[in-house]
Each structure stands twice: as C-alpha cells, then as structure tokens.
C-alpha cells in the first residue's frame, strides 16, 4: 500500500508540474503575442505621425508645393500642344505662367538649370511628336541632352565672365543657323539671352516649334525662314 500511495502521489505531482508547465508556454506565448502586437501598433503610430508631419511641412512650406504646381501645369501644356499649338488669344492664361516658370523658375519656383532645361525641351517634343504623328522620315534629329546642358553651361559661364567685365548691362546674343526644334536654342532663352535663328524650314514640325518659343519668349526669340546663304 505504501508503494501503491507514493506512486499515486508522483503521479499527481507530475500530473500537477505538467500543468503548470503548460500554463506557463501559454502565458509566455500571451506575453510574446502582446509584446508582437504593441510593436507593431507602435510601429504604425509612429510611421503615421512621420506621414503626418511630412504632409504638413508640404502643405506650409512653399519649395515643397511648387514643383507640384509645375508639374500640372507642364502636363496642361502638353495636353493642348497634343492637339494644336498655344494661342495668344486662347491661352493667355497658360502662357503667362509659362512665362513667368521660363524667367524664374530658379528664384521663384526653386527648380535647377537642368529640371527647366528638360521641361521646356519635353514641350517642343510634345509638338513634334504630334505634327509627325503617322508619318515616316519625319524627325531630322535633334540636340541630345547632354549637348543642352553644355549648351546651358556655357551660357551661364560667358554671361557671368561678361557681366563682370561689361560697363553696361547688355542683353547677350546667340545666332546659329539650323533652328530645326529648337532644342539648341532653349538653353540660350532660358539663360536670358536673345536668340536668333536661321532655318530652311523644311520640316513640317519647325514652324509649330518656332511659335512656341515666339510665344514663351516674346521679344527674345526672332527666326528668320529660308536659305542661310540668302538671308544672312
């Protein structure tokens, strides 16, 4: 009996240490589960309040909000040269804030000589695409990106060197002969130069992309149609 009685009693003691056992990898697990869960609630309290406080200093700062503006109105722009080319009597409008991005667009908009350089040669693009649509042979190629921003660089350079030697101020100018889009002649127009250009104006897009700079660029853009050897 006193055999019988002991084993009975181990038997309860590691019934009774099981259970407690499993009580305790259950609490455990609770434990770890809770710790999971308010890490991640944590985790996205925190990422909302940095969202949070991002959007606002978007909202208050204006660096942040103008390429926004920018950017809608650089897609206008392209949506209307898709299907003709800017009115002054139509677009008044749109073409007074492109002037206004085409001579401040670093003082005022906070954008760099590149970001400008590319959003005003993605509008002549836009025109050419369109008065090519269909056609093949139409292209006769155009100034790479990287010869812009050469381009843009040595204007910027030979106004500075001039501008400290000159006793007047004078506006510079630019002459080239083969106006073709206009890509040559952006980087030269955005750095306040005047420009003239000679072109043949043979391809079909030239004139289209001529008014656009005419029209951007009042008094500061002049093209002169036919044979080089004729008209300079």
Not at 45 to 58: K, Q, R
Not at 115 to 124: D, K, R
Request: proline share 3%.
């Amino acid at each position: 009996r006193p055999l019988v009685r002991r084993s009975r009693s181990s038997a309860a003691a590691s019934t009774t240490m099981e259970k407690v056992a499993v009580k305790t990898r259950t609490h455990s697990t609770n434990t770890l589960v809770c710790i999971g869960v308010y890490v991640v609630v944590g985790i996205s309290l925190l990422l909302t309040l940095m969202y949070t406080l991002d959007d606002t200093a978007a909202a208050d700062s204006p660096a942040r909000s103008k390429p926004r503006f920018v950017d809608s109105l650089i897609h206008r722009t392209k949506l209307l040269l898709r299907t003709h080319d800017l009115s002054p009597r139509n677009d008044m409008r749109m073409i007074a804030e492109l002037r206004q991005l085409a001579f401040e667009y670093e003082t005022v908009h906070g954008l760099e000589h590149e970001e400008a350089l590319a959003l005003f040669t993605s509008l002549q693009l836009t025109t050419m695409e369109r008065e090519c649509q269909g056609l093949t042979g139409c292209w006769d190629g155009v100034s790479f990106y990287r010869q812009q921003q050469d381009y843009f660089r040595l204007a910027r350079e030979f106004a500075q060197n001039q501008s400290s030697s000159m006793r007047f101020k004078e506006q510079l100018v630019y002459c080239e002969t083969g106006f073709n889009s206009g890509l040559s002649a952006i980087p030269f127009l955005l750095g306040g130069y005047r420009v003239f250009s000679f072109d043949i104006m043979k391809n079909r897009y030239s004139p289209s992309c001529a008014q656009t700079l005419q029209v951007l660029f009042p008094g500061n853009f002049t093209v002169t149609a036919g044979s080089s050897l004729e008209t300079i």
